[in-house]
């Protein structure tokens, strides 16, 4: 996007944050909107963007009630590099759906009003070995051919995208006009007021310990308080701490374990004191990505370093790779000389096996959804609940019970490919 402006990043004041504490028993106002199509109860477990955005899809349509054992927005939404992308994605299936995903975004990103929280303000990246110019040059070549907005650019197309930027000469440079980021805890916090002025429940502080299982059905969750709550479909969006829940009711999922020494699920990001108008967008450049923060500082990942990352690793030792980030972006945005690093904070990712999603029905009455790509799909989970115009189950053995059923991999464990999930 050529001169195009610098994006606010200030907070949306049509959006004033809201509070949602403890257990809301009653709705306290009545549901706008089109009439409820179903009176089933959803309960959701884990208000990230996974569970958020379920919860303000399904709301106006149904009683929701959403629980976190935190507040909402404070898992690995709140610290992701949050990239909307389908950038590098080989299988088609996947790449449709994210494709899907992206739409869907700026198609609720209008309807909210353009918050600012949403940045559809591009990505661009650069090679300078052989081996990655070719891969760069055939990745853009690629995506063209698949329709998506993906062109290499000139150092003077790429000094007018980002100003502050010094590219070394000689690189191959690409930019990705379409693509953008999102800043999560405040998209959670939209989202959470829309599905709670459409009636959704919030239960917060008050972790689910198990789910509640008879047989092959999940009836619902019991909380870490001791109160059980019953449910016709029970959801569960609760990030990288998914595992531990369906183990509750002897239920497995293949995500990678973050406990296992040299797991890829903890990395390190980096925030940096504020350097307002300094990138637009995101950069994805050799040795580091950076994008602006919400409190106008910029966010710093190096993925080459994240295998010394892991969740013991010591605040000291986490706060020198931070250093080590922040070193890396001076080479390339000099204005953030004067920056300096404001916090330096260990993430976990939620990481399939084989990186596809784990999205689906594991019983009858449990839908899953653990994904690395969640800040980008969180709207078009495949099969999810009935909402909106999709056929609405009368009663709860009408619901779905799976798109093809678990699939069982190579590996013994139970899982979804997206594929079959799709192909339904
Ligand atoms: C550094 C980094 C960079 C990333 N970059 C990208 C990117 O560029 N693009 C992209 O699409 N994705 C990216 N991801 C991945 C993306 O951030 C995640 O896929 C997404 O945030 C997961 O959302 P979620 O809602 O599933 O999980 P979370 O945001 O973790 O939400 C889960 C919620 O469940 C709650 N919970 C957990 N246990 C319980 C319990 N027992 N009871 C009640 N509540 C519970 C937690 O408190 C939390 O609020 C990145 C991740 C990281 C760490």
Known sequence: MPGAPPVSRQPDSSTPPR???????????????????MTQHILIIGAGIIGTALADRLAPHTRVTIIDSHQPGQGTTATSLAW??????????YFAFRQDALAEWARLAAELGHPSWYVPAGNMTWAQTDTTRTELAQRVERLRARGYAARLITPSEARAIEPALTIPAGALIAHFPEEGFIHGTQAIQALMDRAHNAGAQLITQDPVANLL???DRVTGVRLESGADIAADVTVCAAGWRTPEILATADLTIPLLDVHAPG?????????????????????HAPGVYARPAWDGGLLLEASDLD???????????????AEEFL?????????LTQAHIAQARRCIRPMPLDGLP??????PRLYVAATHSGITSPHTLPNSPPVGSRPVATSTSSLPTGP???????SQVRRWKLHETLST
């Open 307 to 321: 295998a010394k990352i892991d969740m013991n690793t010591p605040m000291p030792t986490l706060q020198s790779q």
């Open 213 to 215: 299982r008879h047989g």
């Open 327 to 335: 070193d890396r972006a001076r080479s390339i945005i000099p204005a």
């Open 84 to 93: 909307l992308n389908a950038n590098k994605t080989l299988d088609p299936d």
């Open 404 to 410: 093809t059923g678990p699939y069982i991999a190579p």
């Open 358 to 363: 784990l999205i689906g029905w594991h019983l």
């Open 19 to 37: 509070r949602h504490r403890g257990l809301h028993l009653h709705r306290d106002r009545p549901k706008p909107g089109p009439a409820p199509l």
């Open 263 to 283: 797991s890829a699920a903890p990395c390190l990001v980096a925030a940096t004191t504020p350097a307002s108008g300094v990138l637009r967008g995101l950069i």
